[in-house]
T-cell receptor, first 111, second 113 residues
């Protein structure tokens, strides 16, 4: 089983749609959770951290379910500029706090 | 501007040659990391360093070497022992004791001819 699993997509959605990404992780000791965005041939950039209480940043909402070891990202009113790969990232829960990256989910927003 | 810089952006290497990728940060971050990204795969950790003059192997360290002589710099050498070096190499840094958020440089795309 992969340490961090994501649906690879691609998700093809029209502008204005709501799209949800799911992610599961295997290490119950993980303490930090993130969503990164990666544009084609660019570096990953932090989109948002994910907290147990859930958090929202404009059109983006992230949720964490520790019992199920599940993380989600919801994008509302999607824009063409949201087209990118979304990476689910968790730390390994060890002393060095290494990050484990999912393979990413590709989103293509269509006009 | 504070940030992480990597150079060169593109690098071509002949088989059997060693090459060194540069990574510099002026964020005053303690920890630095090197990752490799291949198509369809997640980022894989090559080496990391949490303090000057100390570094540890990641998941795929074979064929690579690093040094951490200064807090700001963490160069990666891809040696001729690395069997499949063609990849996108990403350097990242973070503040130790923070929420582990890692910030990435723009990457170096290495191609072996």
């Amino acid at each position: 089983r992969k340490e961090v699993e994501q649906d690879p997509g691609p998700f093809n959605v029209p502008e204005g749609a709501t799209v949800a990404f799911n992610c599961t992780y295997s290490n119950s000791a993980s303490q930090s959770f993130f969503w990164y965005r990666q544009d084609c041939r660019k570096e990953p950039k932090l989109l948002m951290s994910v907290y147990s209480s859930g958090n929202e940043d404009g059109r983006f909402t992230a949720q964490l379910n520790r019992a199920s070891q599940y993380i989600s990202l919801l994008i509302r009113d999607s824009k063409l500029s949201d087209s990118a790969t979304y990476l689910c990232v968790v730390n390994d829960g060890g002393a060095t706090n290494k990050l484990i990256f999912g393979t990413g989910t590709l989103l293509a927003v269509q006009p | 501007d504070g940030g992480i810089t990597q150079s060169p952006k593109y690098l071509f290497r002949k088989e059997g040659q060693n090459v060194t990728l540069s990574c510099e940060q002026n964020l005053n971050h303690d920890a630095m990391y090197w990752y490799r990204q291949d198509p369809g795969q997640g980022l894989r950790l090559i080496y990391y360093s949490q303090i000057v003059n100390d570094f540890q192997k990641g998941d795929i360290a074979e064929g690579y070497s690093v040094s951490r002589e200064k807090k700001e710099s963490f160069p990666l050498t891809v040696t001729s022992a690395q069997k499949n070096p063609t990849a996108f190499y990403l350097c990242a840094s973070t503040k130790v004791g923070g929420r582990d958020t890692q910030y990435f440089g723009p990457g170096t795309r290495l191609t072996v001819l």
